[in-house]
C-alpha cells in the first residue's frame, strides 16, 4: 500500500492571471480551481493564502513555459521565481513541471467542446485548465514513481 493521498494544487503562471486547479495523488485527476488576476506576474497573495487554507494542499505544483526545444524562456524563469516565492511563503514542498503544451491543450480542450474560439478565451479563461491539465501530468509521473 502506497503513501496516504496528497492533495496539490496547481498554478498556471502568468503576468495578468494565474490559473489555479486542485487535484490527488490517489485519482491522478485535476479540475479547474479559478483564476487569480496578477499585475504584471505579481498575484495577490492573500488570494493565493485563502486557497491554502481552505484546501490544505500537501505540495504545489508550478508549470514552467519553457521554449518548444525545451530551454528556459523569460517566462519559465518568472514562474520558476513564482515557485520560489510560493515555497518561501508558505513552506510547502513546490515542484515545478514542464508545461509546453498545457495550455496549447487548453485551447484545443475549449474548441472541441464547442465554447473555446480565439475570442472567448476572455469569457473562458483556459488558464485554470491548463493548471488542471499541467498538473494532472504531475500526478501522472508521481504514480508512475510509486
Known sequence: MGAAAQRVL??????????????????????????????????DWEQIAALLREWQPDALVVGLPLNMDGSPSDMSARAEKFARRLHGRFQLPVHCVDERLSTFEAKQTLRDSGRGTPASYRDNPVDSLAAALLLETWLASQIKET
Do not use: C, H, M, S
Open 10 to 43: 496547481g498554478f498556471d503562471y502568468g503576468t495578468r492571471q494565474i490559473g489555479v486547479a486542485v487535484g490527488q495523488t490517489l485519482t491522478g485527476n485535476a479540475r479547474p480551481l479559478k483564476e487569480l488576476r496578477a499585475r504584471d506576474g505579481i498575484p
